[in-house]
């Protein structure tokens, strides 16, 4: 079989490729009307020979404009024109959807709803969603609170399970439509979310390997999410630890850079012939150097 790698549309590069040109205009913007266009960074990717592509909508935060109705338009024409397949990652820039503050985590689900209604007509395949945001991070890194902090945890949980009933409440996806993804909280507690809710998942490998979860090894989760996978966000890391030291922890490395068991972990995919996205959060360069990096451990499991 053959899996299906992509790479995230929001690329730095990119956007800077287009500031430039922005700001050698003879008349520069007024900074109320900077946008980007979403749908030419798109159709560069494309050109590059990715036709699977995540769109990101933290962009919205400066860009207010850059998913307005007509540049849907340009990105389903692009969609058609290159034959991609669309996956949209939810913002979460600013958002506290587990917060205990009542108006905050309404606010960041008005954000949500919005997010999914506005990229509706471009037909993702699914939508990743942060279910805690840096808040509930900062808890569960708090060395004060490491008597209660599962407690803690557990009611970052539950305000998160309000913001996502509401959410597919007001947009009537199907609960499978949204993958929740392992990010930087307990995996226990994103899982039993998942389970409750009857959500996908998206299993981010860098932040597993990190340690950013806590208490899973990598082909633990793995194994334990397969009935629920939709997708996978591809990237190398590594967590290592010295007596008397502090971890030296990185992620978001082209593959080959960390410790992820890239092997085993293409093989399982393999077996279970899983069919959904694999997305590459990692620079266009170093997204080409890790899908090279695949295609010569396993070259079967790459599109030729």
Not at 27 to 46: F, G, R, Y
């Amino acid at each position: 079989m053959v899996l299906r790698f992509g790479i995230e549309q929001m690329q730095a590069s990119l956007l800077v490729q287009q500031a430039r040109r922005m700001m050698s205009s003879p008349t520069p913007p007024d900074p109320a009307d900077l946008n980007v266009d979403v749908a030419a960074q798109v159709e560069q990717i494309a050109n590059l020979g990715f036709n699977l592509i995540e769109l990101n909508t933290d962009l919205t935060i400066f860009f207010p404009h850059c998913y307005d109705l007509p540049a849907l338009e340009r990105l389903r024409r692009v969609k058609e024109r290159h034959h991609l397949d669309y996956t949209v990652h939810l913002p979460l820039w600013s958002l506290e959807p587990s917060t205990p503050v009542q108006m905050v985590r309404e606010g960041s689900v008005d954000a949500l709803v919005d997010a999914v209604l506005r990229l509706a007509p471009l037909q993702p395949e699914v939508y990743v969603l942060h279910a805690t945001g840096a808040l509930a991070a900062e808890f569960w890194r708090m060395k004060a609170l490491e008597h209660v902090r599962p407690l803690v945890m557990r009611l970052f949980a539950a305000q998160a399970r309000i913001s996502i009933e509401q959410l597919l409440r007001r947009t009537g996806l199907p609960s499978r439509c949204v993958a929740i993804e392992t990010i930087e909280f307990p995996f226990e507690l994103t899982w039993g979310l998942a389970e409750d809710l009857d959500l996908s998942v998206c299993l981010d490998v860098g932040h597993v390997v990190a340690g950013y979860t806590a208490g899973v090894t990598l082909l633990d989760a793995l194994e334990r999410t397969l009935p629920r996978l939709t997708e996978i966000h591809l990237h190398d890391a590594y967590r290592r630890e010295s007596p008397g030291e502090a971890p030296r922890i990185a992620d978001h490395l082209p593959l080959g850079a960390g410790d992820v068991p890239l092997g085993a972990v293409l093989d399982r995919l393999a077996l279970a012939q899983f069919a959904g996205p694999i997305i590459f959060e990692l620079t266009l360069e170093e997204a080409q150097a890790s899908l090279q990096a695949v295609r010569s451990l396993r070259p079967e499991l790459v599109k030729p």
